[in-house]
């Protein structure tokens, strides 16, 4: 069945610096594909998505790119910020006749002032 | 503004007394969700419901029951809790449809103990 494979945590960082968290995935179809974020204590919130190849989704300084050739759909961002502490799950939505979203174990986000 | 509401945020049972959490949306979604999440692991899913349509996953204990009475509103009964089903639950709503519309609307969680 379809999966998603991210990178595993804690990812530790300072502020400012560049922040890469891969995320692959396997699907029979053609899925959509989304980040979502989860701060503490709360629920999940989406963060960006991507619905065909070579599309880029982004958000808030974040950015991840649609790779079908390779499977993937890293998230990246240029400069974190201790605000991005948090888990971000890489996920995807499978192909037409379905609505439920698959979850990757989720990655978290610490960002040291 | 419109949005995925769950109540309560805590909630405390004992070991096999029943409990039930709801959860009420506002976006007029087709699509409600109910997951449970363990610490430091992905959403599993248990169960959703396109309109009035119920999909269980496979692997849901037969523990966990849910009711949709109407568009806005879903519970989550557990009958017998026990302390393996400690969690935190999130509802979540999506319009359905194709998978471009399938984005997931989260409510901040209902984190359930078991004493």
């Known amino acids: 069945g379809d999966s998603v494979t991210q990178m595993e945590g804690p990812v530790t960082l300072s502020e400012e610096a560049f922040l890469t968290i891969n995320c692959t995935y396997t699907?029979?179809?053609?899925?959509?594909l989304f980040w979502y974020v989860q701060y503490p204590g709360e629920g999940l919130q989406l963060l960006l998505k991507?619905?065909?190849?070579?599309d880029k989704g982004s958000n808030k300084g974040f950015e991840a790119t649609y790779r079908k050739e390779t499977t993937s759909f890293h998230l990246e961002k240029g400069s974190v910020q201790v605000s991005d502490s948090a888990v971000y799950f890489c996920?995807?939505?499978?192909?037409?006749?379905?609505?439920?979203?698959?979850f990757g174990a989720g990655t978290r986000l610490f960002v040291k002032a | 503004d419109a949005m995925v509401i769950q109540n309560p945020r805590y909630q405390v049972t004992q070991f096999g007394k029943p409990v039930t959490l709801s959860c009420s949306q506002t976006?007029?979604?087709?699509?409600m969700y109910w997951y449970q999440q363990k610490s430091s692991q992905a959403p599993k899913l248990l169960f959703h419901?396109?309109?009035?349509?119920?999909?269980n996953e496979a692997d849901t204990p037969d523990n966990f029951q849910s009711r949709r009475p109407n568009t806005s509103f879903c519970f989550l009964d557990i009958r017998s809790p026990g302390l393996g089903d400690a969690a935190m639950y999130l509802c979540?709503?999506?319009?359905?449809?194709?998978?471009?519309?399938?984005?997931?609307?989260f409510g901040a969680g209902t984190r359930l103990s078991v004493l």
């Open positions: 996920a995807l939505s499978e192909d037409t006749g379905g609505f439920k979203t698959i």
């Open positions: 979540a709503t999506s319009r359905g449809g194709d998978r471009t519309k399938n984005i997931q609307y």
């Open positions: 991507a619905t065909k190849a070579d």
């Open positions: 699907a029979t179809g053609y899925p959509s």
């Open positions: 419901y396109y309109d009035k349509d119920f999909n």
């Open positions: 976006l007029n979604h087709n699509v």
